[in-house]
């Protein structure tokens, strides 16, 4: 039977298209102000094709501007009725801004469309849904009581009634959580022709301004300082956090109490939000586009900087510390500085030869040696650097031999100084190794980086990136069980961590800090990239908006921040505590000690020892064993010199 001979079977009227188009238009009317001003869509459920042009006759009956209707035919191949609701899908995301009217008379019909319209995202969480059908009350309760899309989306019913004495269209609306023992399901208008409309409450009511203390489930896994979880001795379970200050302020605001459903892992956490088991998951996830395939976001409250740990580089060498005043260009200069210097010297010492021997020539005098050979002139150049005096035989009474010696003098005492106050310095630092601080420094030292298991959808992100260091960075990820495996791995293994800056630092200082506040781990200065973050929401979940307009408040008036660092500061310091007082606990005979009595690092200046100097002690060595060789080279020639009867 189609849906023309039902309905003039139940209305038992001449002219049904005018009187239902009628109290369409009405209805539609007096909720203007409860709906956003847009177009109608029609859309039609219906087992037989018959159907089309009394359904078409209708639209063309209404005042409202309308499109053209959308059948969803039941006896079409499963395909088919697929792509009809894609349709439908689309047609809502190029125009978010919808009132849909719904025709159809049969619960098969209308369970039909809801699991279409959840399936396809036929309904966005703004559409307004108008329902005209004919139902029997006490059907119509229970197919709006238990279809998400009647139940939960803005959705309010047209049924056509028999009175006795005429037809009347009566409207009815669902509100999950009401605070009297009810079904939910409320009458809100009464039309009867013409034009003769009773309205008795909203006809879309705001179902989500008031929760009317109803408890609702969400979802949330420790993950500070957004949300922390601690059991006291009597068993009792505490939470903490930002998130969870956060929840309980849109809980108060909304008027309604929750319930954490238990989840072991992440995906469980957004499982449950997916298939609309909790109205949330009230942890921070971050925003990815594979992620939004599955559900939707809250508005985006945080951008958390997202970077990546790493085990603190050994200290190099202290015998460094002699080289490490000069850079190597500055070394190779004054290498070359030597060389080249030794050449104006010896060249003046030779000049003063030749001009004795030539003396000595016209007087017939004896001649005598060069004073100073090349060996003995870069050994005195040298000494210049340390401190040592210009040899007699070097000195000389010219101008150029004085300019020359003046000068260079000068350089040696400036190069000296620099030394000698930059080598004060570097005996008593500490040099780390150079370690990598951001992403392009981390591709390039080509360590394996470990996240949770949530870090699937980041090596999708990453792979898909059009940067080559985020490629390279998606082919490293190796995914492990949890932060503190990975934070354990960095540590031991030598690979880096990747989560949110906050949570890393947060958990380093609990578990990876001593008492005096230092740890073996550092996170890099660069973040990776900002991460934005937000709740999971199912898609197109009605609620969304009151959602984000509490958040909105919280974020704005600067509550967020301010318990984040309250939790950060809280968590430092109790694990400071609780260090210190398991040190006094191990230490004989001070078990009544209080650990804020316990003595802190000294910050007096520390005395050079020998781990300080150990480079001058090593050049010593090198060269007492240099001397040590050549002594016995020189003894060894000696001895055959005079086994062969050479005469030095």
């Known amino acids: 039977m189609i849906l023309g001979e039902i309905y003039e079977m139940i209305v038992m009227k001449a002219s049904p298209l005018e009187e239902a188009a009628e109290a369409v238009d009405v209805f539609l009317e007096a909720s203007e102000d409860q709906t956003q001003k847009c177009g109608l869509k029609v859309f039609a459920v219906s087992s037989d094709e018959q159907d ?21 035919y039941l006896r079409g191949d499963n395909a088919s009725l697929d792509r009809s609701s894609e349709r439908a899908a689309k047609s809502r995301r190029e125009s978010p801004c919808e009132r849909v009217l719904l025709i159809s008379w049969s619960v098969e019909e209308l369970e039909t469309f809801d699991e279409l319209a959840l399936r396809h995202r036929i309904l966005g969480a703004s559409s307004a849904l108008l329902v005209l059908t004919a139902l029997p009350v006490s059907v119509l309760h229970r ?74 489930n969400v979802t949330a896994l420790p993950y500070p300082p957004y949300w922390d979880t601690a059991t006291d001795s009597g068993g009792g379970v505490h939470h903490s ?86 850079d190597d260009s500055l070394w190779v200069s004054v290498m070359a500085l030597l ?61 150029s031999s004085r300019t020359l010696m003046g000068s260079w003098l000068f350089c040696a005492f400036i190069l000296s100084i620099a030394y000698r106050s ?87 200082a609990e578990q990876f800090t001593d008492r005096h506040g230092q740890s073996q781990l550092y996170v890099a200065r660069e973040e990776i990239f900002p991460d934005p973050v937000a709740w999971p929401l199912p898609h197109d979940a009605p609620y969304q908006e009151d959602i984000n307009r509490n958040m909105m408040a919280i974020v704005e008036a600067g509550l967020y921040e301010k318990w984040l660092q309250d939790h950060i500061a809280l968590v430092r310091l109790e694990t400071q505590h609780k260090q210190a007082y398991d040190m006094s606990v191990q230490a004989p005979g001070a078990s009544s000690a209080s650990p804020l009595d316990l003595e802190a690092p000294s910050s007096s200046p520390e005395a050079l020892n020998l781990h300080h100097l150990q480079g001058l002690f090593i050049l010593l060595i090198l060269g007492l064993a240099a001397s040590a060789i050549s002594f016995i080279v020189e003894s060894l020639l000696q001895k055959t010199k005079v086994r062969r009867g050479w005469t030095p």
């Open 52 to 72: 089309v042009d009394y359904v078409n006759k209708l639209v063309q009956h209404l005042e409202v501007e309308s499109g053209r209707a959308l059948f969803l």
């Open 143 to 216: 197919v709006m009581r238990e279809r998400y899309s009647y139940a939960w989306m803005h959705a309010a019913f047209i049924n056509c009634e028999d009175t006795g004495g005429g037809v009347a269209f009566t409207s009815y609306s669902h509100t999950p959580h009401l605070p009297h023992p009810s079904d939910g399901v409320q009458r809100t208008a009464l039309y009867s022709a013409p034009r003769q409309l009773q309205v008795f409450r909203p006809i879309f009511p705001r179902k989500f301004a008031n929760f009317n203390g109803a408890t609702v």
């Open 241 to 326: 956090g930002a998130d969870y200050e956060m929840i309980n302020a849109i809980a108060q605001a909304l008027n309604f109490s929750y319930r954490i459903m238990p989840t072991e892992n992440w995906d469980e956490v957004t499982a449950r939000v997916q298939e609309r088991r909790a109205l949330m998951a009230s942890i921070v996830y971050a925003v990815l586009p594979e992620r939004l395939l599955s559900y939707d976001y809250s508005f985006i409250f945080e951008y958390s900087s997202f970077g990546f740990t790493m085990r603190k580089p050994a200290l190099q060498p202290q015998w460094r510390a002699l080289y490490r005043p000069f």
């Open 339 to 399: 060389i080249f210097i030794v050449f104006p010297f010896q060249l003046i010492n030779f000049s003063r030869w030749t001009t004795s021997s030539a003396e000595a020539n016209k007087r017939q005098l004896p001649k005598h040696r060069c004073s100073s050979g090349v060996t003995i002139v870069s050994l005195s150049v040298a000494g210049t650097l340390l401190g040592q005096d210009i040899p007699t035989s070097m000195r000389r009474s010219s101008v």
């Open 422 to 508: 930059n080598l004060t310095a570097f005996l008593m630092l500490p040099e780390y190794q150079n370690r990598p601080e951001s992403l392009s420094q981390l591709v390039a030292v080509g360590a394996t980086a470990t996240m949770p298991t949530f870090g699937k959808y980041f090596i999708t992100f990453f792979e898909q990136s059009t940067s080559p260091d985020f490629q390279q960075l998606g082919k490293k990820i190796v995914l492990v069980e949890s932060s503190e495996e990975g934070l354990e791995s960095a540590l031991h293994a030598g690979t880096a961590h990747l989560e949110p800056r906050r949570y890393m630092e947060l958990l380093i």
